[in-house]
């Protein structure tokens, strides 16, 4: 914050702020993409089983590879994403894919390295370059928050990156990549880059939309990444997982902290992945709800992004902030995020959605 600090901090994290989004405790808040069902009691009852056992275990240091853990994620990756085989040794997982990805640019990344991604996009990722000293490059989706390949690729050859970063569906603004457009971009770095895509919305991708868990058979370098903190309602555990080639995951053993998850969280997950059924019960529900919420928002004349996710990017605002307090003062929190003139509203209840709306309608008055 100040050059004046009597500690030797470095430069660029006395300059910064730490991340996170304002969270003042009002009734409607829809601004960090959270689930808003909590998990059913059958699955707090596992959950207390199952960590009560670990408890007794806890004198020990928990097992550091997590191999029940990961196979179960396997399990879970191969039925969702419909693909034949994921075995553990492609699994990894860390606690949120925050730390997953820190880990990928802990082993890719670093001092003299690249990682490049195309924005509007995920506002941590920069942060995970500055804090493992990588060189962050980010080039720019079309107009229409799409990517176009060439145009990607074009970027790629000018940053010789060795992370690419692409995130699908993409934080803010919404939509999946087109499988095509992964591929292209991943045919095209063989040997010079790992790509990684980030699914961190992935189960509330419309129907129809491949996951790119399908390209892992075709590409060694391609890296899915996913988290239990969206559609699984789990946000509160911190545990990310991604899925990739088995020589590729043991990089990522080298350069993690020992033991970096603890028994109670893998106990917790694994509790809650006995029961993914019940965990994701709400998923087509709140899918319908966004889509039901982008219609509304249209008829009421806003531009919206398409979505793939759990949230609606909507726009546009002369003046976003005055937007967002007066929404504020009513009681409802969405997020300033993307590019200027735009909001993000995620799908809570159909409670929560209504008072959103309600809410919105009103400052629309205010602000003409
Ligand atoms: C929410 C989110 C994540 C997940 O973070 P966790 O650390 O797993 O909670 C990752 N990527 C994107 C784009 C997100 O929006």
Known sequence: MTEESIFPVRKD?????????????????????????????????????????????????????????????????????????VTADMIWAANGSNEVMLHLMQAFGGPGRRVCSFEPSYSMYPEYARNTFTTWCPGKREADFSLDAGRAIAHIDRTEPTIVLLASPNNPTGASLALPTIEAIAKHVERQAIVVVDEAYAEFRRPGTASAVQLLDKFRHVVVTRTM????????????????????????????????????????????????????????????????????????????????????????????????????AKGVIVRQVGPPGWLRVSVGTEAETLAFLRALAQIREELQ
């Open 13 to 85: 994290i006395a300059a910064a702020e730490p991340y996170g989004a304002p969270h003042p405790d009002v009734p409607v808040r829809l601004n960090v993409n959270e689930n808003p069902y909590p998990p059913p009691p059958e699955v707090v009852e596992s959950i207390l089983a199952r960590v009560g056992a670990a408890a007794q275990g806890a004198n020990r240091y928990p097992d550091r590879d997590f191999l029940e853990l990961r196979s179960a994620l396997g399990d879970y990756l191969l039925r969702e994403a419909a693909v034949p085989n």
């Open 229 to 328: 903190s969206k559609a699984f309602a789990f946000a509160g555990v911190r545990l990310g997982y991604l899925a990739a080639d088995p020589e590729l995951v043991g990089y990522l053993r080298t350069v993690r902290l020992p033991y970096h998850l603890s028994a109670i969280t893998q106990a917790t997950a694994l509790a809650a992945l006995d029961h993914a059924g019940l965990m994701l019960a709400q998923v087509t529900d709140l899918r319908e709800r966004r889509d039901r919420l982008a219609a509304a928002l249209t008829t009421m004349g806003f531009e919206t992004a398409e979505s793939d996710a759990n949230f609606v990017l909507f726009g546009r605002f002369e003046d976003r902030d005055a937007a967002w307090n007066k929404l504020l």
